[in-house]
């Protein structure tokens, strides 16, 4: 009679030749990955750091604190801001993003920032796992644009006074005449749309009906509009698609500190995770 040979999850699960051929592919990625946070670390740290005032056309960072003269209200966790995604992480590039003009201001000046396109590096302002039976109604509403009953859902906010560290390139504004044109408006481009106030309002009435106006410093007012240009010449914004725009709470020490960090143990402990990993393999295999 033919043997049959049994297959056993359990033996190959524990079988160290099978954990030690991953080992060397973890560390082959840890290796390539920590060059890869190296270059990060070595281009954020050729950017020059400068105030508004003083910013030159090109890569620059500015550090300051948001403000605007109008907001949106975030649809998860009903925040009052100038930017928010929404993600569904389980669902690809689901997701759903909201602009209206924000600045940075550092007390020497103010600067338009244009977040298309921008690597963020924040707190999540919502992150759930959320059932539609047990979901509040604005939750479900979000979830029903996007055709998904259930999952993990996550938001990420820029709010009024919070402080930023913008890398990007200053440049000329290339809408300028497009947003004069529209002025009132709402455009959309690359799928980020820019409200006006009017549009910001209608936004809040649909989005949360029940929700109470909010007091007049936190809304429009035409005094705040004509103290913030929101058609200036120049703004911060994504220049080429190789070039480096993040928008983040953490400070340039921190980033360059985790990043020096994270590039060692890669670049230095992937090959020994590697090799150490080789060894037991040509062990098991009885090359050695």
């Known amino acids: 009679m033919p043997s049959h040979v049994r297959f056993d999850p359990v ?96 007390g020497t000046g103010k600067l338009l920032i244009d977040p298309r396109g921008a690597e963020t590096d924040f707190e999540p302002s919502f ?15 979000f979830l029903s644009r996007h055709g998904v009953t259930s999952g993990q859902v996550e938001e990420y906010c820029i709010r009024a006074n919070d402080r930023l560290f913008v890398t990007g390139t200053l440049q000329d504004n290339p809408a300028i005449d497009q947003m004069n044109e529209n002025s009132g408006r709402c455009s959309q481009a690359g799928g980020l749309r820019y409200l006006s106030p009017e549009a910001a309002d209608l936004q809040r009435e649909l989005a949360f ?18 103290e913030l240009n929101v058609n200036p010449p120049v703004l911060l914004m994504k220049g080429r698609s190789e070039d480096l725009f993040l928008i983040s709470w953490s400070s340039r020490r921190c980033m360059l500190r985790g990043l020096a960090f994270y590039s060692a143990i890669g670049i230095w402990g992937g090959p020994i995770l590697t090799l150490s990993c080789l060894y037991i393999l040509l062990t098991r295999l009885g090359y050695l």
């Open 11 to 106: 033996s190959l699960a524990t079988e160290p030749a099978l954990w030690a051929a991953a080992g060397i592919v973890v560390g082959l990625y840890m290796f390539f990955r920590g060059f890869g946070l190296l270059r990060r670390k070595l281009l954020i740290q050729s950017v020059p750091s400068s105030t508004v005032r003083s910013a030159a056309l090109g890569l620059v960072e500015v550090s300051g604190t948001a403000t605007g003269p109008y907001s949106v209200i975030s649809p998860l966790s009903k925040t009052e801001c100038y930017f928010y995604r929404a993600i569904l992480p389980r669902h690809g590039d689901c997701q759903e993003t909201l602009c209206v003009p924000f600045f940075l201001d550092d």
């Open 127 to 141: 992150s759930e796992d959320v059932e539609w039976d047990s979901a509040p109604d604005y939750i479900r509403h």
């Open 209 to 226: 009906p029940g929700l109470e106006k909010l007091p007049a410093s936190a809304r429009f007012s035409i005094q705040k509009q004509n």
